[in-house]
């Protein structure tokens, strides 16, 4: 049975996340450990007993998530459950070069921690922001973000069919606000993140993204990849490298990963790490898929029966 890994980006971190599964399972407290040593703080005890306010930081909250995710990932392969294809939401796409193999874990617990401080440090507080355009189509909010007087702002994320995240400077960002509800758009709303992602304010943190990525190890993929910037499979290091620097400032196309996902064959997919985020977007972009999710111990059984129940009838 063919199954499709995701992992989740910022913005699915909780207080407590991973801890039930680092209490269970020595191969994801043995992460838990590696990411401390590589970071230099307790990765486990941010993760699991915060502060909040510390965990929500960018350059905190990146690496967590990586950690948590491949925690998750690495008792899934103990239990024999192996992906046949990776793909991950913005910061979830580290996740999926470790599991791919791309990236050793180390490098990218590293790497993710450098790239939240680059993307913070890329925009002044107050100046970028992000909103979130709910029930209009992806060529009327390209239309209006292109016709925006007050300053820039670009489509970000495209999410999922009728979700489309908007993000740059924050005058700009609020005058396509209020032209797509007056256009017609279910709901506009301003997102709490402190980063404009995904649009060319983030040239800056893409340059040094860049800069690092020549003194890292990048190996070709042992699993088939698809990555955000272009919604393709990639096997080839150096496109790998490049997209990676351009993916924190060109749009993120969520739908078209899944999609490219879908139409290869695979109608399995299992979100690995925090949060169901990424589940509700798979199940509105292919309608028929079998979503399955894994982040404790809950998760992970219902996670194994269904996919232990589905080989069976294969």
Not at 42 to 52: I, M, Q, R, S, T
Not at 63 to 92: E, F, M, Q, W
């Amino acid at each position: 049975m063919k199954i499709a890994f995701v992992f989740p980006g910022q913005g699915s971190q909780y207080v407590g996340m991973g801890k039930e599964i680092h209490e269970n399972f020595a191969e994801a407290e043995e992460i838990f450990k590696e990411a401390s040593e590589a970071l230099g703080y307790d990765v486990a005890n941010l993760c699991f007993n915060g502060p909040e306010e510390e965990l929500n930081k960018t350059f905190r909250t990146q690496p967590c998530i990586l950690t948590v995710s491949i925690a998750l990932y690495n008792v899934l392969l103990s239990r024999g459950i192996k992906p046949s294809v990776v793909a991950g939401h913005s910061l979830g796409e580290y996740s999926a070069l470790v599991a791919a193999g791309v990236l050793s874990f180390k490098d990218a617990v590293k790497l993710t921690e450098k790239r939240g401080q680059f993307m913070q440090d890329a925009v002044p507080e107050g100046k970028g922001l992000m909103a979130a355009i709910l029930g209009m189509e992806r060529n009327k909010v390209d239309e209006i973000c292109k016709s925006l007087k007050s300053g820039y702002a670009s489509p970000a994320n495209y999410n999922c069919p009728g979700q489309i995240v908007i993000a740059g400077e924050k005058p700009a960002v609020e005058e396509a606000i209020n032209l797509c509800k007056d256009a017609g758009a279910k709901r506009a709303v301003k997102l709490s993140v402190s980063v404009p992602s995904h649009c060319k304010l983030m040239d800056n943190a893409s340059g040094k993204l860049a800069e690092i990525f020549e003194s890292i190890v990048f190996n070709p993929p042992g699993i088939p990849l698809v990555n955000n910037a272009d919604a393709m499979f990639l096997d080839n290091i150096e496109i790998i490298k490049k997209s990676l620097v351009r993916q924190i400032s060109s749009p993120l196309l969520w739908e078209d990963s899944i999609m490219a996902i879908a139409d290869s064959g695979i109608n399995n997919f299992v979100e690995v790490g925090p949060g169901k985020v990424l589940s509700g977007l798979v199940r509105r972009i292919v309608p028929d898929a079998n979503v399955l999710n894994f982040e404790d111990l809950k998760s992970l059984e219902k996670t194994l029966s269904q996919i232990h129940l589905n080989m069976d009838q294969v």
